[in-house]
């Protein structure tokens, strides 16, 4: 069998500490638990991590991105502003759909390093990280459309995470399709409520 470097052994155990957070739960999750899911040594933890609290940032750090992928990679530079609005929200949403537990997982890693004081910073960068990731996204969707939001940037990315997150937990929680799409529905003709031309 050939040597995993230390970078590829990292990678192992950041997929592996996911599974089993989700299998098992932030709170039980053991660093045993996790080298015995990614099939290495318990030494290979303690090469690759100097503290579980490490981990945990380097698996936060892991969701953000599969997570908040820019969705307006799936727009079109021209496009009418209603099909740039539904098509980045339409991305964006069949992304949770696709990966329901690793987005409940999301919000169990937040509480969880809230409660703990030396990862508190952790779940503040987490979120600050999406701030930033929803702002870009709503400039990006107004530079493909032609438009500008007459919403203040920040005040427009902390309502859009708002809005997201909470058709998130809420779509988490009961499953049901046909609401989190009409609702989705209704944030995007808020969005289009708040757009217009760009200014020449």
Do not use: N
């Not at 230390?6 to 089993?20: G, H, M, T």
């Not at 638990?33 to 936060?60: D, T």
């Not at 759909?97 to 508190?120: S, W």
């Not at 107004?142 to 779509?171: K, S």
């Amino acid at each position: 069998m050939s040597r995993r470097s230390a970078e590829e052994r990292r990678e192992e155990l950041i997929e592996a500490a996911i599974r089993v957070m989700i299998r098992d739960g932030v709170a039980r999750t053991t660093t045993r638990a996790i080298v015995g899911e990614a099939g290495l040594p318990l030494g290979a933890f303690h090469y690759c991590f100097r503290s579980k609290e490490e981990l945990l940032q380097s698996v936060i750090e892991r969701i953000m991105v599969r997570a908040l992928a820019p969705a307006v990679a799936s727009a079109v530079a021209g496009a009418p502003v209603a099909t740039v609005v539904h098509t980045t929200l339409g991305a964006y949403w069949e992304r949770i759909r696709q990966a329901p537990d690793e987005h409940l997982l999301t919000y169990e890693l937040t509480q969880y390093a809230l409660r703990q004081p030396e990862l508190a910073e952790l779940a503040r960068r987490q979120y600050r990280h999406y701030l930033d990731v929803s702002q870009s996204s709503l400039e990006t969707m107004a530079e493909l459309a032609g438009i500008e939001w007459t919403v203040p940037a920040p005040v427009l990315a902390r309502f859009a995470l708002g809005v997201l997150d909470g058709l998130t937990l809420t779509w988490l929680l009961d499953r049901d399709d046909a609401l989190a799409d009409a609702a989705l529905a209704q944030y995007a003709d808020y969005l289009l409520s708040v757009a217009r031309p760009r200014e020449p």
